[in-house]
């Protein structure tokens, strides 16, 4: 179910600035009030996790779907010094110090 964002309304009618949201069917009708005073809702932009959107991509880069793939994946853990956190092959840790 998706989230929405709504926003109280004062005496006149203007939106106050103070928000917050609630999980609601798509199918349910926008809420007129909320504990006893007036609200409107706030159009907000869709998060939806697609083949192309930032979610999706993240999801795909994570470590365990790298490893998944036979990929190797190294992380800088200080100056000159990677470790590996993702895949079985390589050195466990890459170090440029001599």
């Known amino acids: 179910m998706p989230t929405y964002v709504y926003e109280y309304l004062d005496e006149s009618g203007e939106g106050t600035g103070e928000t917050f949201e609630i999980i609601q069917p798509i199918t349910a009708d926008a809420l007129g009030r909320h504990e006893g005073r ?3 809702r706030i159009p907000q932009a869709p998060n939806i996790a697609g083949k192309w959107s930032d979610m ?4 795909q880069l994570s470590n365990e ?3 998944r793939l036979g990929f190797t994946k190294y992380e800088k853990k ?4 990677m470790e590996r956190v993702a895949g079985k092959q390589g050195p466990k840790s890459i170090s440029t110090d001599d």
Do not use: A, F, I
Request: cysteine-free; charged content about 35%.
């Open 65 to 67: 779907n790298l490893e």
């Open 78 to 81: 200080g100056d000159g010094y």
């Open 38 to 40: 007036p609200v409107r």
């Open 56 to 59: 999706k991509g993240k999801s």
